[in-house]
């Protein structure tokens, strides 16, 4: 269910988080495209966040030094990254209105990126919203083999420690699926968000309070095993925290 903006216009911060409020998000025909339309999926990708499959591979692999992830430290070019042809994807939904009012979430503390690195070089990573105690994924990268499940995982583990309630997925594929996400009603997402959002959506649209998520709470964690023998103090990403937030295996 699809709803078009058929005049060029750039979409503001304001109206974009109205839309998400009600459970609607922007989409472009194309990366040159100057306009927008807006979405509403009758069937919506969710990630239950207890409900994250960590598979024996990816928990070796985020317990390895093979990456290093930050996050919010380069947004602009995660979301650049996302907006790249691929052999898979040779166009894009995300366009220039779309990058510029999501940098401009980004320096309100609305936007944020998890990036995952391979020495020096930026491999892969994820950007959304976080509105209330509902995240909404907007984009996932990977230029190397488990990167964006690592960037993934990361995201799952900050939004439980954060007190969020709902992973907002989108759309389901089949990646998103072998990592835990369903497909749910429109009823029963709006249902969600109202919850997440600690009332009706339409009552956060009018500029009601809600409870937030603590997209940084993490940062502030403490590994309960203790540093490693080659750290002085644990780092606001430790690799055990995050496998240990991440409790079911398969």
């Not at 600690?198 to 203790?226: I, K, N």
Request: charged content about 25%; overall charge negative; glycine content about 10%.
């Amino acid at each position: 269910m699809t709803q078009r903006i058929d005049r060029p216009e750039e979409i503001d911060p304001e109206l974009v988080l109205r839309a998400y409020a009600m459970g609607v998000f922007p989409m472009a025909d194309h990366r040159t495209a100057d306009s927008v339309y807006w979405v509403e999926p009758k069937l919506r990708g969710v990630m239950p966040l207890n409900g994250f499959h960590l598979s024996r591979s990816l928990r070796k692999t985020i317990l390895s030094d093979r990456f290093r992830v930050t996050v919010d430290t380069a947004f602009a070019q995660i979301i650049r990254l996302c907006a790249e042809s691929a052999a898979d994807r040779p166009d894009t939904w995300i366009s220039g209105p779309i990058e510029r009012v999501f940098m401009e979430l980004h320096r309100r503390g609305f936007a944020h990126s998890v990036e995952v690195w391979e020495g020096d070089r930026l491999v892969g990573g994820l950007y959304g919203l976080a509105l209330g105690r509902a995240f909404f994924g907007e984009s996932m990268v990977t230029r190397v083999r488990d990167a964006s499940k690592v960037a993934f995982a990361h995201l799952v583990a900050r939004l439980k420690a954060g007190g969020f309630a709902l992973l907002d997925c989108q759309f389901q594929t089949a990646h998103l699926q072998s990592l835990g996400a369903v497909e749910i009603p429109r009823d029963d997402y709006v249902a969600l968000l109202g919850g997440a959002l600690g009332e009706s959506a339409g009552g956060l649209a009018l500029g009601s309070p809600v409870v937030e998520g603590d997209f940084g709470a993490l940062d502030g964690a403490e590994d309960p095993l203790g540093p490693t023998p080659t750290e002085t103090v644990p780092g606001p990403l430790s690799r055990k925290v995050i496998a240990q937030l991440l409790v079911h295996t398969s």
